[in-house]
């Protein structure tokens, strides 16, 4: 045989190999305890979506899932202990798109997206909205836009901080609008909901959860959802896009993946899994609970949804000189 042939051989063994084994090992999957590793403190709405789904796969899969929580250098410690881990389905992570304004913001990190994690599984998304205190006059975009305008240098907003989701919204914001704005990046969202609620600032942009009971109270005025559809929360809001600002879709969204390599049987195995789980009346309720609208789909859409707004967040990012603080 020749040195050609046998290495094609060789070659067709070794995926032939792979592929046995990734099948024997989703059948059997899993064995043992599993790791949903979210980097990110405990009680943000991505610990939520690892804590509901962690339960009800146990139960599922009659397996521990545990959660750990590594939070630490904007998600950089948890995400790089997923991509160090064997690419077996024992080691998973709940990311959410943080992972990309960081990328955008710093113009790398200490891993690759793309290379470094396998896509399994989107799980849901929140839309960030922006609200106005009620002494400040706004009710939705175009009394903003005036409100903006009838001040030099544009009206003051306080977001979750430099780079945030938030950030990029309002940027979006203004770059459809044409009007100047000045941003009071906070350290996180929730000192940002305290000052638009006691009039310290006149606007923000948040989370949509955060400002869910405000807005309902009549503390704060909804001016629309960052969304390409209405939050399910507040369906009488309406978003910025149906207020002439089309196209506009920049939403935080929470997703399952895993280290590079993870065979494709296996991923297939735990995305079925969760797919099924976050169809259930109670999964459904719950995570709407926490500001979470299920959104799923297989592993190449959510790697769709992740390349567009890698794009989108860096275009934004260079469009308004962003850099880190």
Request: aromatic share 4%; proline share 6%.
């Amino acid at each position: 045989m020749s040195p050609l042939r046998s290495a094609w051989w060789r070659r067709m063994a070794t995926i032939a190999l792979g592929l046995g084994t990734g099948l024997v090992l989703a059948q059997t999957y899993p064995t043992r305890e599993v790791r949903l590793v979210v980097p990110y403190s405990a009680g943000g709405s991505s610990d939520v979506v690892a804590r509901v789904i962690g339960g009800e796969l146990q139960r599922l899969w009659n397996k521990p899932v545990v959660v750990e929580n590594k939070a630490g250098a904007s998600g950089n410690i948890g995400s790089m202990e997923v991509v160090r881990a064997a690419p077996d389905g024992y080691t998973l992570l709940v990311q959410n798109d943080t992972m990309l304004t960081n990328l955008a913001l710093q113009g790398k990190l200490p891993y690759d997206h793309q290379s470094d994690l396998t896509p399994i599984l989107l799980v849901g998304v929140t839309p960030l909205m922006i609200v106005a205190h009620p002494a400040s006059g706004i009710t939705d975009v175009a009394s903003l836009v005036a409100a903006s305008r009838q001040r030099a240098g544009g009206l003051s907003y306080g977001s979750c901080g430099v780079g945030s989701p938030a950030h990029f919204v309002m940027e979006l914001f203004r770059q459809k609008t044409r009007i100047e704005l000045q941003q009071i990046g906070y350290r996180g969202c929730a000192p940002a909901v305290v000052d638009v609620v006691s009039g310290q600032i006149p606007v923000a942009a948040v989370s949509a959860n955060l400002v869910l009971a405000h807005v309902k109270s009549g503390r704060l005025r909804a001016v629309g959802v960052s969304s390409a559809q209405r939050y399910a929360a507040l369906p009488d809001v309406p978003t910025l896009a149906e207020q002439g600002l089309q196209p506009f879709d920049l939403s935080t969204w929470k997703a399952l993946m895993g280290p590079a390599r993870l065979p494709d049987a296996v991923v297939q195995k735990i995305g079925q899994d969760v797919g099924h789980l976050l169809k259930t009346p109670g999964v459904i309720a719950t995570l709407e609970q926490a500001g979470v609208d299920i959104q799923t789909g297989d592993a190449a859409a959510l790697a769709r949804v992740i390349e567009a707004d890698a794009t989108r967040y860096r275009e934004l990012a260079a469009a308004a000189n962003l850099r880190p603080n």
